[in-house]
């Protein structure tokens, strides 16, 4: 077993990584884009080992995760 360190609001390649393994091509592009933040923030809080509290989000925080998040789909559209 590997020790994965905690994830925090400003770990956007852990976080977008985590969010891809969850959803993987169910969101693509265009539908990344347009997840509300209300939502983002929940999906982030349920991320096994994320440790940022609720109130520390910001929503430079939610944007930088919806970016990389995009960078990670479109990294695994080009393996596949």
Do not use: C
Not at 3 to 9: D, K, M
Not at 27 to 49: Q, S
């Amino acid at each position: 077993m590997t020790f994965e360190p905690p994830i925090h609001w400003n770990d956007y390649e852990d976080i977008a990584i985590k969010l891809y393994e969850r959803f993987g091509d169910e969101f693509n592009e265009g539908k990344i884009y347009r997840i509300r933040f209300t939502d983002l923030h929940k999906w982030v809080l349920e991320i096994p080992k994320f440790e940022g509290k609720p109130e520390q989000s910001t929503e430079g925080h939610l944007e930088m995760i919806q970016s990389t998040w995009v960078y990670e789909w479109r990294d695994n559209q080009k393996q596949g």
